[in-house]
């Protein structure tokens, strides 16, 4: 084979038999459909252009044979996927809240912020972040992924893709539960965001595998040279376990509005593993928030407490009517951080005792007395300074910034059901 001056390949003293020829695209173009210039036929996947074609077979005697064979090869539109700026911020500032990371950041930090770049103990302990890119990220933080994404190589006169479609894929591993915060703006189609309509922006979860959760971005339309930046935030749950980590993988691509690829695709390398700090951290207190005084109140004293039937208990249900006052107590369960803190596994259960001492000596010997838990609720009043339970009897918006809106249940049960002086359990409930 040789090489003629105007580009052309020359294949000479071929023996007498059936010839065909293969040509392969270079990088970044395509070989158009087959016409009157161009006999050769694209082959796979693409329908209007392929990277492989080959032309017809023919036959030469070995003589003299000559045949001129013509293939068009155009350019292919290309896409571009790639980090912008710091390109990954795995959790957000106040850092080092716990006081143990050793190895400060030089200033400017990515965040602004004071940062340290530990990654193993002593700094970096259960419930602790030292920076915004050691890979590690606390329970109801977040990790932002930056990306650029571009478009080259149309041919002349060529159309825009009509929808650049950018997806990630977050990988859990473990007890991560990891979400998209949101989709972003321009995902969105007008007038909420930049993005296309067609197909729609969406969150999918269990996709392509079980625990997965996909986003699925359309960006819109992209012309030659147009550069798109974009910022996705993916939560970390406060159910996620200390030591879980998730990983990530996008890509970009564009296709038709009949589905065919009319892009040279591409992907950014997997994000992490990044793994998940969080340690418990909970105050657990109980405040007396009201003693009835207007007046003795008589009742039966019952302590069954949802066991079995009176008619069933061995013990008796019912030891008569007793007088005595009502107590209100709150019990609360609080943290003071906003992040890295593990969540307790439900139902919890609380111990609780309800007893007198003398004043003479102060805080003398314990007096067991016999008392009864009449009710166990989520906190319906405005007594104390812990915030309201679900609100049921008013829906103004003042109780409703001040409540818990989603709170479960309570219940209640005798450590000992035969001693009326015994402490009870207390449990707290998903809803």
């Not at 418990?280 to 302590?303: C, E, H, S």
């Not at 609360?332 to 004043?359: H, K, M, V, Y």
């Amino acid at each position: 084979m040789t090489t003629g001056a105007d580009g052309s390949y020359l294949f000479s003293g071929l023996l007498a038999g059936n010839y065909r020829i293969d040509a392969t695209a270079p990088q970044s173009y395509w070989i158009s459909p087959t016409t009157t210039d161009n006999v050769f036929v694209p082959v796979g996947v693409g329908g209007t252009a392929s990277k492989t074609a080959s032309s017809p077979t023919y036959s030469v005697d070995g003589v003299v044979s000559f045949v001129n064979l013509d293939v068009a090869v155009r350019p292919r539109p290309e896409l571009s996927l790639g980090k912008f700026g710091p390109g990954v911020l795995d959790g957000g500032p106040e850092f080092n809240t716990l006081g143990n990371c050793a190895s400060p950041v030089a200033s400017p930090t990515p965040t602004g912020a004071p940062e340290w770049s530990d990654t193993a103990a002593p700094g970096q302990v259960p419930g602790e972040d030292c920076g915004s890119t050691n890979g590690i990220v606390r329970t109801q933080d977040s990790v932002a992924t930056v990306w650029s994404i571009t478009a080259d190589n149309y041919e002349p006169g060529a159309p825009n893709l009509e929808a650049v479609i950018f997806e990630q894929i977050v990988h859990p591993i473990g007890n991560a539960i990891v979400d998209f915060a949101s989709i972003p703006v321009s995902c969105r189609p007008a007038p909420n965001g930049t993005g296309g309509a067609t197909p729609a922006s969406v969150v999918t979860y269990d996709d392509p595998n079980p625990g997965d959760v996909k986003l699925t971005c359309n960006l819109g339309a992209f012309p030659e040279g147009f550069q798109e930046s974009l910022t996705t935030f993916l939560a970390v749950s406060g159910e996620s376990s200390n030591g879980a980590s998730f990983t990530a993988e996008q890509r970009v691509y564009s296709a038709s509005s009949a589905g065919v690829p009319n892009a040279v695709p591409d992907s950014a390398a997997e994000i992490g593993p990044i793994e998940i700090s969080a340690a418990p951290a909970y105050d657990l207190a109980k405040n007396a928030i009201g003693l009835l005084t207007y007046g003795i109140q008589t009742r039966d004293m019952v302590f069954d407490d949802g066991l079995p039937s009176c008619d069933s208990n061995p013990q008796p249900c019912n030891i008569g009517p007793e007088k005595g006052r009502y107590a209100y107590f709150q019990i609360s369960l609080s943290t003071d951080r906003a992040t890295g803190i593990e969540a307790l596994a439900q139902p919890i259960t609380i111990e609780d005792d309800f007893f007198a001492t003398s004043d003479t000596p102060a805080n003398g010997t314990p007096y067991a007395f016999e008392y009864e838990v009449d009710d166990c609720r989520f906190n319906p009043s405005g007594w104390g300074n812990t915030v309201y339970g679900k609100w049921v009897s008013d829906t103004s918006s003042i109780w409703y910034n001040r409540s818990v809106l989603d709170s479960g249940t309570c219940s209640v049960q005798r450590s000992d059901q035969s001693d009326p002086t015994s402490d009870y359990f207390v449990r707290l409930g998903r809803h």
